[in-house]
Nanobody
Framework: VQLQASGGGLVEAGGSLRLSCVPS????????MEWFRQTPGRQREFVAR???????NYADSVKGRFTISRDGDRNTLYLQMDNLKPEDTAVYYC??????????WGQGTQVTVSS
């Protein structure tokens, strides 16, 4: 399975971006899909999760600003990021897993927020 992430870029503080992640297989086969982010010298950190039944969870730092969703018709995982802050600057990775504990990571997409 491969995950293709896209949608990153450079945006001013207060702006918005939408990240996309397209798996090479049917999205409904995954139990959980998530977004993580990482900055140089720091561990990869959890951002948002959507689980079977469309249950969502968010890191406190992004609650109320980010929205995770997945579209079965477009076979795509999204992360809508609004009111972006400079501290949101990072490489964003999508992650998918199944109940079998198999898991996969996307290649990452750079998000840069200027102040």
């Amino acid at each position: 399975v491969q995950l293709q992430a896209s949608g990153g870029g450079l945006v001013e503080a207060g702006g918005s971006l939408r990240l996309s992640c397209v798996p090479s297989t049917t999205i409904v086969t995954f139990n959980t899909m998530e977004w993580f982010r990482q900055t140089p010298g720091r561990q990869r950190e959890f951002v948002a999760r959507v689980s079977r039944g469309e249950v969502t969870n968010y890191a406190d730092s992004v609650k109320g600003r980010f929205t995770i969703s997945r579209d079965g018709d477009r076979n795509t995982l999204y992360l809508q990021m609004d009111n972006l802050k400079p501290e949101d600057t990072a490489v964003y990775y999508c992650h998918a897993s199944r109940l079998s504990r198999d898991e996969w990571w996307g290649q990452g997409t750079q998000v840069t927020v200027s102040s």
